[in-house]
Structures are given as structure tokens and as C-alpha cells.
């Protein structure tokens, strides 16, 4: 929308709602999109207050990918290492969740794949088109595709580049929950709140570990798990869990 920001943020308590707001352009990516999403995972970790995103978009879907008029305008789509539409490269350090009404398709279907979870209408279209114009999905599809979906999909999606429907992706795993069209944000905010209720050392270092395990050798893998882990299970949370739980009652967080 003219004259508004490319990206609105609102804070829901511990939950950080990141709108993606150019629904004219469907959402489409250029600079001030990107640099807005960056800034929002900088919000997002930068917070203690803060445990969750929930990154959505406004108007009739999620996002179309990058603004190619804007690109062939001079416009650079990337922040620094967070690489294209400020996400794709490093996420957050938080847990977050893609909320996908319509479609996420392109390079908008790869800013979903950079959250951790995803929730998606019913009906909302998936997939990866760059083929059909002889582009290439790199801004993570392609890497990120056969590590979650069984290798002959993945090589489905990218080479015929035809999309697939929000069921399909959720029988395949690539989507969480499904949810009626115009509920996807309440159900990932549902979804939030059940994450915020936990440990947020706890969450950042599960985070951290899921998403590096299938790099590491079995060797590798329980040395750096205890290096990531170990802090966690020494510290005042983890006393304050295990009190809690003895002691029937809920836990209050200090973050350390």
C-alpha cells in the first residue's frame, strides 16, 4: 500500500506478528520488503520479552516471490547474511512460523521453507515456477526440498515447476497444521502460544540443534549437542522447570 511500510510488525504478548505488506504487489519482494523482514528477525531476537514469530502476509496470499520490475530496476532483494528477502540465509534465532493464505510461491515459497514451522490454508498453492521462465529456485528450495520431501518429489517440484495444493504439502510434511482459508492466523497463533509456554533457552537451543543435526557425523553430533545443550541443563530455567513441576504449578521464565 502506498505510503506504508513494505513490512508491519505487532507485538501479541511474547509473540512477534510480522506482516508482509504489499498486497497490491502480492506481496512481491523488492529492497524495502526484505530490509523489513531483516529488521523484524532483528526485533525478534534482539527482545527477550519476545519468543515467537509469526510471519504472514496482507491481502490475498503470502508472498509471489521476488519483484522482478524492481529488480531489473536496479533493486537488490538481499540484507546482508541473511541473504535474499532478509531471511533465507539466517532465519532467526527464535522459532518461527510461516502463516500462508492464498499462495507462497518462488522465492515466497522459500521464505516459508526458512521458517520453522508452517501453517497453510486449504487450497493455498505451494511450489517453485522459476523453471517455467528459466530461472533458478536458489534462494534455498532446492537445498532445503530434498532434505524434507522424498527426492523424486523434490525433483518434481523443481523441474516441472507446477505448484502443489496446501493438502499435499501437508501429507508430505512440509505443512504443519491446515487450516480453513482467512483462520490461517489464528491457527498459528495458536500454535505460538503453545511454543511460548515452554523454555525460551530451551526452544532456541532445540532450534539450533534440529537445524544442524543432519550436517553433523554421529561422532560430531553428540559433542556439539552437548555444547549447545549444556548451558541449558545447568541453568536457572531448568531449576525453575523441575521446581515448577514438583511443585504443580506453572513456571515463570527468566530467560537465563
Known amino acids: 500500500m502506498a505510503g506504508e511500510p513494505a513490512v508491519l510488525t505487532e507485538r501479541r504478548e511474547e509473540i512477534l506478528l510480522v506482516t508482509l505488506n504489499r498486497p497490491d504487489a502480492r506481496n512481491a519482494v523488492n529492497g524495502a520488503l526484505a530490509q523489513g523482514i531483516a529488521d523484524a528477525l532483528d526485533e525478534l531476537d534482539?527482545?527477550?520479552?519476545?519468543?515467537?514469530?509469526?510471519?504472514?502476509?496482507?491481502g490475498k496470499g503470502f508472498s509471489s516471490g521476488m519483484d522482478l520490475k524492481a529488480f531489473v530496476a536496479g533493486e537488490r532483494p538481499y540484507v546482508d547474511d541473511r541473504g535474499f528477502a532478509g531471511i533465507t540465509q539466517r532465519s532467526s534465532r527464535k522459532p518461527l512460523i510461516a502463516a500462508i493464505e492464498g499462495f507462497a510461491v518462488a522465492g515466497g515459497f522459500e521464505i516459508a521453507l526458512s521458517c520453522d514451522l508452517?501453517?497453510?490454508?486449504?487450497?493455498?498453492r505451494l511450489g517453485i515456477p522459476e523453471?517455467?521462465?528459466?530461472?533458478v529456485a536458489a534462494a534455498g528450495a532446492l537445498i532445503r526440498l530434498p532434505r524434507r520431501i522424498p527426492y523424486h518429489?523434490?525433483?518434481?517440484?523443481?523441474?516441472?515447476?507446477d505448484p502443489i495444493d496446501a493438502e499435499r504439502a501437508h501429507e508430505l510434511g512440509l505443512v504443519n497444521r491446515l487450516a480453513?482459508?482467512?483462520a490461517v492466523l489464528?491457527?498459528?497463533?495458536?500454535?505460538a502460544a503453545?511454543?511460548?509456554?515452554n523454555g525460551p533457552l530451551a526452544l532456541m537451543a532445540s532450534k539450533e540443534i534440529v537445524q544442524s543435526a543432519l550436517d553433523w557425523t554421529e561422532a560430531e553430533a553428540w559433542q556439539k549437542q552437548g555444547a549447545i545443550a549444556g548451558p541449558v541443563m545447568v541453568s536457572e530455567d531448568a531449576r525453575?522447570?523441575?521446581t515448577a513441576f514438583a511443585e504443580k504449578r506453572d513456571p515463570v521464565w527468566k530467560g537465563r
Open 46 to 58: 534482539g527482545d527477550e520479552a519476545l519468543r515467537v514469530g509469526v510471519l504472514t502476509g496482507a
Open 131 to 135: 523453471v517455467k521462465r528459466s530461472l
Open 180 to 182: 480453513d482459508p482467512g
Open 194 to 197: 503453545a511454543i511460548v509456554r
Open 118 to 124: 508452517i501453517v497453510a490454508a486449504r487450497g493455498a
Open 240 to 242: 525453575e522447570g523441575a
Open 186 to 191: 489464528d491457527e498459528a497463533l495458536e500454535l
Open 153 to 161: 518429489l523434490a525433483m518434481e517440484l523443481a523441474l516441472t515447476g
